[in-house]
């Protein structure tokens, strides 16, 4: 357990529709990311949080969208869902983005699920 | 653009070595990740290299040649436990933020 929580587990929703996906870092930590991973591709970087505010972007599509809160927990809203956007959505955490040079390993949640019907 | 290579697949016995390649082309480097990945459950962090040479950690080992664009994950007296997905990851971000760019990572089967 890496300390990472991710809700929900599983969702299943149908094209068009609009869901929010949660996630709760680890406690003290202050970054967040998104990743999606799909069958047929690798783990894709989609966004990075620190402290409330977005610090780096991926190939994030203008259909999804993401906030990091007080709390530090985060959302990723996903609108407009298409067929193609059924995949795991893993959310990750590390205590800084380093600006030293010095590399702060990310912890990933259990991911959420996600299918478009 | 970033591209990292990795095998699809790999099988090996246990009890086995198995040393698993990764070769990167990106923008920049600031440091290469491997991560283990079961079916369905979260990657989880496994080693880190910034610098060239070898990094090991109980029967996991991993080695970075920054000038040839190259890593290897190396692991030891396998067991039925390793059989998983393993990930190479690079940060080819010089600021110091990570956009971790995945390889599509290799499939490890161990067989009794």
């Known amino acids: 357990d890496s300390g990472v929580t991710q809700t929900p587990k599983h969702l299943i929703t149908a094209t068009g529709q609009r869901v929010t996906l949660r996630c709760s870092p680890r406690?003290?930590?202050?970054?967040v990311y998104w990743y999606q991973q799909s069958l047929d591709q690798g783990l894709q970087f989609l966004i990075q949080?620190?402290?409330?505010?977005?610090?780096a972007k991926g190939n994030i599509l203008e259909r999804f969208s993401a906030q990091q809160f007080p709390d530090l927990h985060s959302e990723l809203n996903l609108s407009s869902l298409e067929l193609g956007d059924s995949a795991l959505y893993f959310c990750?955490?590390?205590?800084?983005?380093?600006?030293?040079?010095?590399?702060?390993?990310?912890?990933f949640g259990p991911g959420t699920r996600l299918l478009v019907l | 653009g970033q591209n990292i290579d990795q095998p699809t697949e790999m099988t090996a016995t246990e009890g086995a070595i198995v040393q698993i390649n990764c070769t990167y082309q990106?923008?920049?480097?600031?440091?290469l990740f491997w991560y283990q990945q079961h079916a369905g459950e979260a990657p989880t962090f496994l080693s880190y290299?910034?610098?060239?040479g070898l990094e090991e950690k109980g029967r996991f080992s991993s080695f970075l040649s920054r000038s040839k664009g190259y890593s290897y994950l190396l692991l030891k007296e396998l067991q039925m436990k390793d059989s998983a997905s393993y990930l190479c990851?690079?940060?080819?971000?010089?600021?110091?933020?990570?956009?971790?760019?995945f390889g599509t990572g290799t499939r490890l089967l161990v067989s009794p």
């Open positions: 949080y620190y402290n409330g505010e977005e610090r």
């Open positions: 990851a690079v940060n080819p971000s010089g600021t110091g933020f990570q956009k971790l760019v």
């Open positions: 406690s003290g930590d202050l970054s």
């Open positions: 990106t923008s920049g480097f600031n440091g």
């Open positions: 990750a955490s590390s205590v800084v983005p380093s600006t030293s040079g010095v590399q702060e390993t990310q912890y």
């Open positions: 290299n910034v610098l060239d």
